[in-house]
């Protein structure tokens, strides 16, 4: 049974609040009126076609501002728009790509993680638990040549389902790393297999959950960034066959060929599984 979450809404909104608007900004460069004007007047209208079919009133129009004001005071807007949004942004993004498939990138990825050899453990405690996995597999470009010293940056939740800087008490770069793959595209990184991941019950998403009947879960994943010079880098999840949630994430980012497979190996409770990435051309 997986620990349960608590209390963590409104610090780990507000870390992943913080990690987006570093990378992100607050202004919108560039912005181009026209589709600006088009996108939110849709928007707008879907939402004036919603009440009107629904014939939503004052009361459930009041909670329904009450519970914006409450996502943004909670810091949970990348998390509502990482679960409830992203898949069809990512589902349009990847329509022109032949390589491997990637899914959504979710609110925890951290930039610039410690570099890692091509064979290598990801940082993690000396007393880490959860069932250790040998996670290996090749680079390659869509005509099959070997991507030398691609970059594999890989992220993900501990057995407990806490992620390292979005919860407290985790060393900083605990179960996150840069690793760079051999001359031949190969990696093999060390690592534990994640637990399924609540996303925060006491925030403002929780409450949704709640009140709407759903659950809070995703399947246990690993986070990937793969990259080369030259391709398109490729943001994706990685889950477990037969794992808790595989047939309803709540966020909607499980895809077939993203399902990994381990098999024991070694010795003790060790398992091991290959999965081979093909980056577009750029
Ligand atoms: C969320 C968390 C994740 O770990 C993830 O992969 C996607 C979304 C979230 O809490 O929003
Ligand atoms: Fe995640």
Redesign the pocket.
Known sequence: MTEIVTDTAAA?GAA?TEQFRSRQGSGVPGADTQRVDTLVTELLTATHDIIRRHKVTYEEYNALKAWLIRVGEDGEW???L??WV?HVVEEVAGESREGSKGT?????YVPDAPALPAEAALPMRQDETGTPLVFQGQVTSVDGSALAAAKVEIWQ?DAAGY?SQFAPDLPQWNLRGTVIADESGCFKIRTIQPAP?Q??TDGA?GSLVATAGWHPW?PA?L?LKVSAPGHRLITT?LYFRGGEHVDDDI?S?VKPALILDPKPAGSGNDHEVTYDFVLDRA
């Open positions: 780990s992943a990348p998390l509502f990482d679960v992203e959504i990138e979710g609110p925890y939740a992620y991941y996303i925060p998403c995703r994943h986070h999840q966020a980012a």
